[in-house]
């Protein structure tokens, strides 16, 4: 395992690691569990906040566009919306965020981090670190509800973990 030297290539390892654990996470939840109501919300609401902030937020949420199932409301976790999304369109929008931020982390370096992104007060380096600390917040409640329930702890990859090949369990 070779370790990152420079703050942007830390930050990539970081994310990919997290987006595995998302991923990972998404796919551990138990169909069952998808309409189920935690905190006033649907469970597949919940994991929509989280898509949809760490899509708005990662790289400006200034400069945004809102995904074409997207309607007001439905990323707050705190409005009841009618409707519903299901596991593969969440899945599909999972996979057009991963690449679309893995995309822009190789257009950064370092100098570019403490940069501040067109019409947005924050630079590059607090919204990623932003949405990294929301993103564990996100990962930690969505665990908790298949833990609960099930008595499994999802696969998360930690700091020296390697990324899994093939088949995998998707819990420890």
Same mark, same amino acid.
């Given at each position: ?13 970081? !994310? ?9 996470? +998404? ?22 906040? !989280? ?6 937020? #990662? +790289? ?32 599909? #929008? #999972? ?5 679309? +931020?893995? !995309? ?11 940069? !501040? ?29 298949? +833990? ?25």
């Amino acid at each position: 395992m070779i370790i990152p030297s420079n703050y942007i290539d830390i930050i990539k390892d970081q !994310t990919s690691r997290t987006l595995w654990s998302l991923n990972n996470v +998404i796919d551990a939840i138990p169909d069952s569990y998808w309409e189920k109501i935690y905190c006033d919300m649907p469970l597949w609401k919940h994991v929509y906040h !989280t898509l949809h902030s760490l899509d708005m937020w #990662y +790289i400006n949420p200034l400069v945004y566009e809102e995904p074409p199932f997207h309607k007001e409301g439905l990323n707050d976790l705190d409005a009841a919306v009618e409707g519903y999304l299901s596991r593969e369109l969440l899945k599909e #929008y #999972y996979q057009d965020i991963k690449d679309k +931020i893995l !995309t822009y982390l190789d257009g950064l370096d370092d100098r570019k981090l403490l940069e !501040t992104p067109d019409k947005c007060p924050y630079t590059r380096f607090h919204l990623i670190l932003a949405q990294h600390r929301h993103l564990d917040m996100h990962i930690g409640m969505l665990m908790g509800y298949v +833990i609960a329930g099930e008595d499994l702890w999802p696969r998360i990859m930690g700091l020296q973990s390697e990324f899994p090949e093939g088949e995998y369990s998707l819990y420890f």
